[in-house]
């Protein structure tokens, strides 16, 4: 039986399911802290039990992004704060190469931020 967390990624259509899939897989190796849940209908890593981020689709753009809990702390150009107070966002296009060593550099960013 699948879980609904599950059925989150495999009911998207490509290049968005591969792009959500391979960020599923790679934003838990940043941190062995870091754990997956089925929060807010949409999936959420969570650090030392602390809201991290979260994927999602953005409406307009139709592009997955990864939500940062803390983004208002952190300070990169491709950060988008939209009418958020406290998250950010970064865009990820699924028709083009994931940009790891920029995802990585954010992410690992926002980890110091709980310690």
């Not at 998250?87 to 926002?110: C, F, G, Q, R």
Request: aromatic share 14%; hydrophobic share 40%; with cysteine.
């Amino acid at each position: 039986m699948l879980r609904p967390i599950d059925v989150f990624f495999l009911e998207k259509e490509e290049p968005v399911k591969s792009c959500l899939l391979f960020l599923r897989e790679f934003i838990p190796t940043l941190d062995k802290r870091l754990t997956e849940e089925w929060k807010y209908r949409l999936p959420f890593y969570y650090l030392n039990g602390r809201m991290f981020c979260y994927l999602w689709i953005h409406k307009k753009y139709k592009q997955p992004y990864i939500g940062i809990a803390e983004g208002n702390k952190l300070n990169h150009p491709d950060l988008l704060q939209e009418e958020r107070a406290r998250m950010k966002i970064l865009l990820i296009d699924p028709t083009k190469d994931i940009p790891v060593k920029k995802i990585k550099l954010i992410l690992k960013e926002a980890i110091a931020l709980y310690k």
